[in-house]
């Protein structure tokens, strides 16, 4: 293969935005256990900063979830519509995607150097704006370049490098953090922020090839030369995005970012107070909700025969047990921390698998939108618009996901909160069943 035509395939598309992705939400996940001391040294203080919440042995890892930990900063997301719309009217989205790596490293900077509590909110704004460019543009520029027989396969890969991001910045930013102090941990993602700009800029778009215009080219030229109906021209607005399927797409993903956000703001503070488990002990857990999501490739690639839609539907249903039955977890016995590590792995699996289908069937529907409306999606994508909405409900997802968890446990315990997560997730799932129930003679994939 021509290093030209390895530069424009999907896979190496795939590759260069598993990077941008695992980059983005590494670094965001890896000040988390930094946090700390970052607030000592700026001396902000917990008592103006932290809500009531139960104390525990370590409160200044409290004080770090509770400001810091819970989703992107919120007030950012209309940015995220943004960038979809526009990345949708442009011809390339490799600039859009670059100044998302300049608010990366702009945000890094000012976590290293900031010496003031204004400036650290400032650089975990500045995330948020970098997680809603690279976030979407990521996705889009995958689904772009990827034939449907392969789309889920290769979100599942996407959603896979986007949760083990998240989940291994705070365990490996710890260890960096102990071992080489607060500027040599940051060593690590300034050279794969290098490595993601090497490989956006090698990359050549689907619709930036030269192949690709003269194949579109050539459609055109065989279509009548006064033409009422250019599908070239024609763009996809924002109330075309009303649809049925493409909407309930977007609900399942508030509510599988809410349990998963929700998880990541209790777990810890659950494991310390019940297990008495130290905060090193409490991050590996994590792995144990992020190594179920490497099941999500093999389940993905057949989503398509199986409908990814009544897939997702049955797992959210499924995941009703687990939750409520965490429970039962409570008590300090060998026998129940076991119990506990199975039922959170349960959970991590038909969460993380969940998200992965529904990635893929934000493609698909937004697809089929294109289709409805006559677009051309050779010369016009909606997978930029698509995938912003995809991105504020994963941010809606992990702003309601810490917060009606917090509070479910504080009046109703940990068991409580578990059964309301697990009451959601269920009911969802027999509402999707019956929306997306195959209608006689329509095909549902």
Not at 192 to 210: H, W, Y
């Amino acid at each position: 293969m021509k290093f030209v035509e390895l530069r424009q395939s999907s896979a190496f598309v795939l590759i260069a935005m598993c990077c941008s992705t695992f980059t983005d939400t590494f670094i965001y996940g890896m000040i988390v256990p930094i946090l700390p001391y970052l607030l000592v040294r700026n001396s902000i203080k917990s008592s103006e900063s932290s809500i009531k919440i139960p104390s525990v042995r370590e409160p200044k890892y409290v004080l770090t979830r509770t400001q810091f930990n819970d989703g992107r900063p919120f007030y950012l997301q209309p940015t995220t519509a943004l960038v979809g719309l526009v990345s949708d009217r442009i011809q390339s989205r490799k600039y859009p995607l670059l100044f998302g790596y300049i608010t990366i490293a702009i945000s890094t900077s000012l976590f290293l150097f900031g010496n003031s509590p204004s400036l650290i909110v400032i650089a975990r704004a500045f995330q948020g704006l970098s997680g809603a460019i690279v976030g979407v543009l990521s996705f889009a520029l995958v689904a772009d370049s990827t034939s449907p027989e392969k789309m889920g396969e290769f979100m599942a890969f996407l959603s896979s490098s986007f949760t083990w991001g998240m989940i291994m910045g705070p365990v490996l930013g710890g260890i960096l953090f102990d071992h080489f102090g607060i500027y040599g941990s940051f060593a690590f993602p300034i050279l794969l922020l290098f490595c993601d700009v090497v490989l956006r800029c090698s990359i050549i778009e689907p619709r930036t090839a030269p192949q690709h215009r003269d194949q579109a080219q050539d459609g055109h030229e065989e279509e009548p030369l006064i033409s009422t109906h250019d599908s070239t021209r024609k763009i996809l607005r924002l109330r075309h995005f009303v649809d049925v399927r493409f909407m309930m797409a977007i609900i399942v993903e508030i509510t599988i970012s809410s349990i998963l956000s929700a998880f990541e703001a209790t777990l810890p503070l659950f494991t310390m107070e019940t297990y008495q488990w130290t905060s090193t002990k409490s991050g590996l857990l994590f792995l144990g909700i992020s190594l179920p999501s490497l099941l999500s490739i093999p389940m993905a690639k057949y989503g398509r025969t199986w409908n990814r839609r009544r897939t997702v539907a049955i797992e959210l249903i499924l995941a009703l047990f687990p939750l409520s039955a965490l429970r039962l977890a409570e008590f300090t016995t060998l026998s129940r921390k076991i119990l506990f590590v199975a039922l959170v792995m349960c959970v991590g699996l038909f969460m993380t698998t969940s998200q992965a289908q529904i990635m893929a069937e934000v493609s698909d529907a937004v697809r089929e939108i294109e289709s409805k409306n006559g677009i051309d999606n050779r010369t016009r994508s909606g997978m930029g618009t698509g995938y912003a909405f995809c991105n504020v409900a994963i941010a809606i997802g992990q702003f309601l996901g810490p917060l009606v968890a917090g509070y479910a446990r504080l009046q109703l315990g940990w068991g409580g909160m578990t059964l309301i997560l697990g009451g959601i997730s269920g009911s969802l799932g027999f509402l999707s069943l019956l929306i997306n129930r195959p209608r006689t003679g329509v095909s549902v994939v």
